[in-house]
């Protein structure tokens, strides 16, 4: 099994839905992120949570929001969907400050 | 303010020949640096870190990598490609002073036969 797992790995939907995508991990760490990728412009932060009761803005968090669950468990939220969220979102975990993240498999997002 | 430059948008190179993938980056102290590789359809794998110590580092899959602070690099290199190394590489850099992760905009490498 995937030490990271994000529901679901595809998802197309429209604009003005409330879209959430799930993350789950077994490698028992603290810190987690939300990043979203698009073409040439790597991958950029979202959220990230440090604990259950920590949760932090990233660079690009407009129109999103999130929700730590437990330690295992670290969901991101579209309230309302519009097109130009279209995009390759992954969650990631890690150990201690600035070791190495371990990621998901994404989940592809379009919104028409 | 922390930045990563991956000047190649995509390379190729030939089964068998040497590759070297650019990274540069800007980090007011100790940077902690990581490349990163993407296959279709996946998330990113850890190839290798420097922390300190030794500047060339080496990964997995025969990656190796060298930090080179007076020109602020940490280019990736692998002396023989395959065909399964087509992908798409991170630069990563954090550091002691932050808990950011900053990644760069990728290498996208394509073997060819």
């Known amino acids: 099994d995937a030490d990271v797992t994000q529901t679901p790995r595809n998802r197309i939907t429209k604009t003005g839905k409330r879209i959430m995508l799930e993350c789950s991990q077994t490698?028992?760490?603290?810190?987690m992120y939300w990043y979203r990728q698009d073409p040439g412009l790597g991958l950029r932060l979202i959220y990230y949570?440090?604990?259950?009761?920590?949760?932090n803005k990233g660079e690009i968090s407009d129109g999103y929001s999130v929700s730590r669950q437990a330690q295992a468990k670290f969901s991101l939220s579209l309230e309302s969907a519009i097109p130009n969220q279209t995009a390759l979102y992954f969650c990631?975990?890690?150990?201690?400050?600035?070791?190495?993240?371990?990621f998901g498999d994404g989940t592809r997002l379009s919104i028409l | 303010a922390q930045s990563v430059t991956q000047p190649d948008i995509h390379i190729t190179v030939s089964e068998g020949a040497s590759l070297e993938l650019r990274c540069n980056y800007s980090?007011?102290?100790?940077?902690?640096l990581f490349w990163y590789v993407q296959s279709p359809g996946q998330g990113l794998q850890l190839l290798l870190k420097?922390?300190?110590?030794?500047?060339l580092v080496q990964g997995i899959k025969g990656f190796e990598a060298e930090f080179k602070r007076s020109q602020s690099s940490f280019n990736l290199r692998k002396p023989s490609v395959h065909w399964s190394d087509a992908a798409e590489y991170f630069c990563?850099?954090?550091?002691?002073?932050?808990?950011?992760?900053?990644f760069g905009a990728g290498t996208r490498l394509f073997v060819k036969a």
């Open positions: 420097y922390f300190s110590g030794d500047t």
């Open positions: 990631a975990t890690s150990g201690d400050r600035n070791q190495p993240q371990h």
């Open positions: 949570s440090f604990d259950v009761k920590d949760i």
């Open positions: 490698k028992g760490h603290d810190r």
């Open positions: 990563a850099v954090g550091g002691t002073g932050g808990f950011k992760t900053i």
């Open positions: 980090y007011g102290a100790t940077p902690y």
